[in-house]
């Protein structure tokens, strides 16, 4: 599976937009795009996911370049309550792999007032 | 809206003592994970579980784990003889598809005395 590299952290501003970015260089044509997050020592919070065409939802936007090589989650108003260790994490769905998601340090994104 | 539920959500055990975690996954999901989570660590991936076995597992899931879906419902996570280092979080997730995304639990802290 392709690695990822996010920033360490990052601050926000209560109200503003979150982007955080994520790196996945190495990633192949099968492989989808996930965002989790884990709010302090709670299970970690499915965000959104893509393989190749931006997505939104009720969450997030998530926009992927056109090579794949990267990507941002866009959190469009940010609260206090998204203050949260964000994941990016790159994993291709087989029969074999069954699609586990394997974690990395993730972005200590910080919303403040 | 359907949530991935486990029991208890703290366990104290003494060291050698065998301890079951359990799940209940979204109903219809036919997926099922267990993950943990030492305290300040990252998210680890133990096992997955298809088809009434399991389909794959890490280096950290040795023969002191073992997993089990006795009925249509539950999920479960044992260790055989726990010891000070498994003390952590222990997550449960389940997922329809390959492609979809995963929920969490909201974990099960375990202390090891």
């Known amino acids: 599976d392709a690695k990822t590299t996010q920033p360490p952290s990052m601050d926000c501003a209560e109200g503003r937009a979150a982007n955080l970015p994520c790196n996945h260089s190495?990633?192949?044509?099968?492989?989808?795009v996930y965002w989790y997050r884990q709010i302090h020592s709670q299970g970690p919070q499915y965000i959104i996911h893509?393989?190749?065409n931006n997505e939104t939802n009720e969450m997030a936007s998530l926009i992927i370049t056109e090579d794949r090589k990267s990507s941002t989650l866009i959190l469009p108003h940010a609260t206090l309550r998204d203050t949260a260790v964000y994941y990016c994490?790159?994993?291709?769905?087989?029969?074999?792999?069954?699609?586990?998601?394997?974690f990395g340090a993730g972005t200590r994104l910080t919303v403040k007032p | 809206e359907p949530e991935v539920t486990q029991t208890p959500s703290h366990q104290v055990t003494q060291m050698g003592q065998e301890v079951i975690l359990r799940c209940v996954p979204i109903?219809?999901?036919?997926?099922f994970y267990w993950y943990r989570q030492i305290l300040g660590q990252k998210v680890e991936f133990l096992v997955s579980?298809?088809?009434?076995?399991?389909?794959?597992k890490s280096e950290i899931f040795d023969d002191q784990f073992s997993v089990e879906r006795p009925d249509g419902s539950n999920f479960t996570l044992k260790i055989r003889s726990t010891k000070l280092e498994d003390s952590a979080m222990y997550f449960c997730?389940?997922?329809?598809?390959?492609?979809?995304?995963?929920?969490f639990g909201p974990g099960t802290r375990l202390t090891v005395t």
């Open positions: 893509g393989l190749k």
């Open positions: 579980f298809y088809n009434n076995e399991i389909s794959e």
């Open positions: 109903s219809n999901h036919l997926y």
């Open positions: 997730a389940s997922r329809m598809g390959l492609d979809s995304e995963q929920y």
């Open positions: 190495t990633i192949s044509g099968n492989e989808y």
């Open positions: 994490i790159v994993r291709v769905a087989t029969i074999k792999n069954n699609n586990d998601m394997r």
